[in-house]
């Protein structure tokens, strides 16, 4: 069974910062895969489904996101769910809004959520990094992610969140390359019909 994971703070004055698109982006995945209702457990909210033939389980963490670690530990001690079949999807400043990247393993790199992951699970799992941008200097940081995406960066978040839903069923297989693959090819620009000739 494949645990996505969704890392976020929660309560509705989170609910568009840029530091809960993990949640967005599992919220997106519910969306178009059919998934249950979510129910509370866990330290978390818990929702079940498929991805193509494969059973997945979402889980958002209620902890807020310091605490994250908590809810993911305990469900995956619970169900016996291995580091390799989890994703966690989560904010990353270092990456251009509109950009993905998969990886496995590694520290945290300053990140909360997955800091305490790490504590209580172990860093071996698997992530995909969402981009959020950088607001240039270290000390605007904290106010930046705790700050709702604007009406610009929506209309490039929104296809991301569609793109990352429509191409889930390939981590339920553990294609992590061809699933930001293909995330990356859906929000590539048109390439123009034009054709360039001699006048």
């Not at 209620?62 to 999807?89: H, K, P, W």
Request: positive net charge; contains cysteine; hydrophobic residues 45%.
């Amino acid at each position: 069974m494949l645990l996505l994971v969704g890392l976020g703070n929660p309560g509705p004055e989170h609910a568009s910062n840029r530091h809960n698109v993990g949640f967005m982006a599992v919220d997106a995945i519910a969306r178009a895969h059919g998934f249950g209702a979510g129910r509370r457990q866990f330290q978390g909210l818990v929702a079940d489904g498929h991805l193509g033939s494969a059973r997945a389980m979402l889980l958002k963490p209620m902890t807020y996101m310091n605490l994250s670690g908590r809810a993911v530990g305990e469900l995956c001690r619970y169900f016996r769910i291995a580091a390799a079949d989890v994703v966690v999807f989560h904010d990353d400043l270092d990456l251009p809004l509109g950009k993905i990247r998969m990886k496995v393993g590694g520290g945290s790199a300053g990140h909360n959520g997955l800091r305490s992951i790490d504590a209580e699970f172990g860093p071996d799992y698997r992530r995909c990094r969402i981009g959020i941008g950088h607001p240039g200097t270290r000390e605007a940081v904290l106010h930046w992610v705790l700050r709702d995406f604007g009406a610009e960066e929506r209309t490039v978040l929104e296809p991301l969140l569609d793109a990352i839903a429509a191409e889930a069923p390939l981590l339920a297989g553990g294609k992590d390359s061809t699933f930001a693959s293909k995330v990356a090819l859906r929000m590539a620009p048109p390439k123009s019909d034009a054709i360039s000739g001699n006048a």
